[in-house]
């Protein structure tokens, strides 16, 4: 195997951070089972914090980040895979402290890798990515609990013109959900409508500490990507017996609860991970997107670029100024 191609984050003796394309010695790649040649990726906010550095992301320079692959497998030590069988790859460390999918190749444990279900080609699965995963989580957590007809449920999805959020809000349409989409950016607004949003409405009176214990009922549960007191607004306006899947923490990492919410309504808040999860369960998500969970717009649900253009990206991204899913073609 030659050098590879890939996006690669140094650290200067300031601190600061540069990122840019470059030509990497194979010697570059880690152990481990499979080697990968991608062909797709995707930009999450994980991936625009690794590129300043942000703690918790990475501690390796230089470093590749890329949390989400889709490829073909070269070759594969436990025998597992064959060569040419195309895989996806997210989660776990990928890309974090170790080198990611924004690269022409990558090498990884067997435990982070599941077969793309034949209904996908590798780009429609990188659209879908850790953001597709996550929202796939969100509803499959809600229906755990769901007690209504999908059809007289109100969905309400928060920071719905971001990555999770939209694509949770065109999931959800298609599952028959009510969905209310909640956006800060007004030019979106009628782009949710088309991704089968029956209501639109701004973040703005959301995003800060409300003193009331209670606010007026408004949607049965919610997909929360914001975090923050966001997270507990809306809480407070979730119908009785209903509950909240919290993703996110676009507007921030804390905030100021009481009980009242849980004990007068039964309102019931569920915290979703899809990074750690176990293979056989992402296995099972990824046929859900591939098949019920996938909308008819996919394709129209994202912006694809280049390895060269990602840096800008990125920063937009840290800047608020991008909007639903980023496909990074790759090889």
């Not at 919610?222 to 966001?230: E, K, V, Y």
């Not at 694809?304 to 937009?316: C, G, H, K, R």
Request: include cysteine.
């Amino acid at each position: 195997m030659q050098d590879y191609r890939a996006l690669r984050i140094h650290r200067g003796d300031d601190n600061d951070f540069s990122v840019a394309v470059e030509s990497v010695p194979a010697s570059t790649l880690p152990d481990g089972d499979i080697l990968v040649r991608v062909h797709y990726s995707d930009l999450n906010y994980k991936d625009a914090l690794g590129a300043i550095g942000k703690p918790g992301v990475s501690r390796n320079f230089p470093h590749t980040p890329g949390i989400d692959a889709a490829g073909e497998v070269v070759s594969d030590s436990t025998n597992q895979y064959r060569p040419g069988d195309r895989v996806l790859i997210s989660g776990y460390d990928f890309g974090m402290n170790t080198p990611g999918g924004l690269a022409q190749y990558c090498r990884v444990p067997l435990q982070w890798v599941c077969p793309c279900p034949p209904q996908l080609d590798l780009p429609e699965a990188m659209i879908f990515g850790t953001a597709g995963l996550t929202a796939a989580m969100c509803l499959d957590k809600l229906a755990r609990l769901q007690h209504k007809a999908i059809s007289d449920t109100r969905l309400l999805v928060s920071g719905a013109s971001g990555g999770v959020g939209s694509l949770a809000t065109a999931m959800a349409a298609k599952l028959g959900f009510q969905v209310i989409a909640m956006s800060g950016k007004t030019q979106a607004h009628d782009s949710l409508r088309a991704l089968g949003a029956t209501e639109v409405i701004s973040s703005a009176e959301w995003l800060e500490a409300n003193k009331k214990a209670l606010l007026k009922p408004q949607w049965d549960c919610a997909i929360d990507t914001l975090g923050g007191d966001a997270l507990f607004n809306i809480i407070k306006a979730t119908e009785r017996e209903g509950a909240v899947a919290a993703c996110g923490l676009a507007s921030g990492a804390d905030f100021a609860a009481t009980v009242y919410p849980f004990i007068l309504r039964g309102v019931a808040l569920l915290g979703v991970d899809s990074a750690e999860q176990a293979n056989d369960y992402k296995r099972k998500l990824w046929l859900h997107l591939a098949t019920d969970l996938k909308p008819a717009s996919l394709r129209s649900m994202c912006e694809e670029i280049t390895l060269e253009q990602v840096p800008d990206v990125l920063a937009s991204m840290r800047a608020g100024r991008s909007r639903g899913r980023y496909l990074v073609r790759v090889d």
